[in-house]
Every structure is written in structure tokens, then in C-alpha cells.
Antibody, heavy 120, light 107 residues
Framework: EVQLVESGGGLVQPGGSLRLSCAAS????????MNWVRQAPGKGLEWVSY????????YYADSVKGRFTISRDNAKNSLYLQMNSLRAEDTAVYYC?????????????WGQGTLVTVSS | AIWMTQSPSLLSASTGDRVTISCRMS??????LAWYQQKPGKAPELLIY???TLQSGVPSRFSGSGSGTDFTLTISCLQSEDFATYYC?????????FGGGTKVEIK
């Protein structure tokens, strides 16, 4: 069974940093592209970042470019999101999501999410 | 970026109804469209990809159609567990983008 479990969310002040983690199990993690998708309270879904299976290709949404860094450790079956210079508008539930068929950017499995609140 | 218009934003229906949700693109995306279901407090779940391919384990009462700019999600016979919010998502080009969502509520 595919499982994705996020951790690391919490309350942080504007300008602060946070590192999210996603532990994967039930599939060959190193073979799959991974993503972070977020959802602000009461709002819709927003794709945040993508990383290829090897980690060699990375994309970011314009809203987080230069502030967030996605990475992965295939030996540990883990995905990460380093978030710096956080703003109030980054407040959201952050989901890690597995990429669908290779090279296709839909999301076939999602974690339960971790809430990030940016507030003073 | 490709913009998406999902309609309606709110749909009131009864168990047993046939419901349709529309997703329109600002430009053609071939069949690079997915549909998700999200229940309150839960993560989204993939229902359909490639516009009409049912994800494994998804009930056959769900179906998707369309290509180019106009797409439809149909639930043929609404069940109690189908009351949720539905999102379309294009993956034709980066960044992948989502529609605004359609909440299906009990009439």
C-alpha cells in the first residue's frame, strides 16, 4: 500500500523558516517524481514544487521561487521542502504528492498533509 | 500559465442524481486533464487522468470526457459518499494548475 506521511509543519513567524518532510513507503520511491501541493485554509489547490526521480530536475511555482527548496533522499525514501522567508500567504496545508505516469504531472497518491501557519 | 474555469462552484443534488461538472481551459490541452475528489479535512484523491481514464479502485459511476478545451466529470448515480469537492487539473504544461473546485452538497 502506497503511504506518504508528512511532518514538520507548525506555527512560524513571518520571515522564519521551516523544513517539511515526507516519508514514503509501499512503492519504489526512487522511481517516482514527487511534488508538493498546498491548500490555504478554505481555498483551492496550488502546486508548489516538483522534483524528478533522480533529483536532477526541479521546478517551482513563481510564488515560492527563491524561497523554497525541494530535495529528496532516495536512500531514506524521503522528500523534503525547505521553506525560508515565510510569509503570511504561505499559510496552508502542505501535501506531498506522487507524480503519475512518468513525465505526466498529475498526482496519483497524496499524503494527509501538514499545516504550516505563518503568523506573529 | 493555463487558466481553468470550473463550473458550477456549488452544486446541490440528491442521492441517485446524475451530476456533471465542467472544466474549461484558456487554451487546448489535448487530454492532459485529471479530476480529484476531496472530502473535508482529507487529502485529495485522484479519480480520473488522461481526461477519461479511471484510476484503479474508483467506482465506475465516475466518468470523464472531453479534449482540447472542454471537459466534463459525470457521476452517474450520486451516492452519499460522493458529497465532496471536486477539482480538475491540467498537466499539459508547467505549472500544473487546478480549477477552483466544485462543491457537491446535499439538496
Amino acid at each position: 500500500e502506497v503511504q506518504l506521511v508528512e511532518s514538520g509543519g507548525g506555527l512560524v513567524q513571518p520571515g522564519g523558516s521551516l523544513r517539511l518532510s515526507c516519508a514514503a513507503s509501499g512503492f519504489t520511491f526512487s522511481s517516482y517524481e514527487m511534488n508538493w501541493v498546498r491548500q490555504a485554509p478554505g481555498k483551492g489547490l496550488e502546486w508548489v514544487s516538483y522534483i524528478s526521480s533522480s533529483g536532477s530536475t526541479i521546478y517551482y511555482a513563481d510564488s515560492v521561487k527563491g524561497r523554497f527548496t525541494i530535495s529528496r533522499d532516495n536512500a531514506k525514501n524521503s522528500l523534503y521542502l525547505q521553506m525560508n522567508s515565510l510569509r503570511a500567504e504561505d499559510t496552508a496545508v502542505y501535501y506531498c504528492a506522487r507524480g503519475g505516469l512518468q513525465g505526466l504531472y498529475y498526482f496519483d497518491y497524496w499524503g494527509q498533509g501538514t499545516l504550516v501557519t505563518v503568523s506573529s | 500559465a493555463i487558466w481553468m474555469t470550473q463550473s458550477p462552484s456549488l452544486l446541490s443534488a440528491s442521492t441517485g442524481d446524475r451530476v456533471t461538472i465542467s472544466c474549461r481551459m484558456s487554451q487546448g490541452i489535448s487530454s492532459y486533464l485529471a479530476w480529484y475528489q476531496q472530502k473535508p479535512g482529507k487529502a485529495p484523491e485522484l479519480l480520473i487522468y488522461a481526461a477519461s481514464t479511471l484510476q484503479s479502485g474508483v467506482p465506475s459511476r465516475f466518468s470523464g470526457s472531453g479534449s482540447g478545451t472542454d471537459f466534463t466529470l459525470t457521476i452517474s448515480c450520486l451516492q452519499s459518499e460522493d458529497f465532496a469537492t471536486y477539482y480538475c487539473q491540467q498537466y499539459y504544461s508547467f505549472p500544473p494548475t487546478f480549477g477552483g473546485g466544485t462543491k457537491v452538497e446535499i439538496k
